[in-house]
């Protein structure tokens, strides 16, 4: 298969409805996982310990105070164990903004852990 074949085939499933249920699954997934962070073991444990280092590597790496703060906001949130009100009192920062970026986080975490069929759909990015 040619590449431009391949892409063309690539392009079709990341615009389908397919691709989209499968992110949202996979997304909620990876919430659920860090939703369960403080009792995790093993494995779980591991991965999640690889996600928050990989995605505080990535946050440093943008030297951006928004993106420090957005892994700050989701550390205190999953591995802490703060409310979202916590969080925002903590921070100084208002509830939305915590939701935000727990968010983008989340987003974030999608393509370390899945690589490309973490991107975010497309029909996402057009609204």
């Not at 499968?22 to 073991?41: C, D, I, P, W």
């Not at 550390?75 to 903590?90: D, F, I, N, P, Q």
């Not at 968010?103 to 029909?123: H, K, N, R, T, W």
């Amino acid at each position: 298969m040619r590449p431009e074949e391949y892409l063309e085939q690539f392009f079709t499933w990341y615009e389908s409805d397919d691709y989209v249920t499968k992110y949202n699954t996979r997304r909620k997934a990876l919430r659920a996982m860090f939703e369960g962070y403080r009792t995790a073991t093993g494995e779980n444990k591991q991965v999640m310990d690889w996600l928050l280092t990989a995605h505080a590597e990535l946050c440093r790496k943008k030297k951006k105070l928004e993106s420090k703060r957005r892994h700050n906001v989701f550390v205190l949130r999953y591995v802490a164990g703060a409310s979202t009100k916590e969080a925002a009192c903590r921070l100084n920062i208002c509830t939305a903004t915590v939701c935000r970026d727990v968010s983008v986080v989340l987003d974030d975490m999608m393509v370390l852990a899945f690589g490309v069929a973490g991107l975010i759909p497309y029909e996402y990015i057009r609204s």
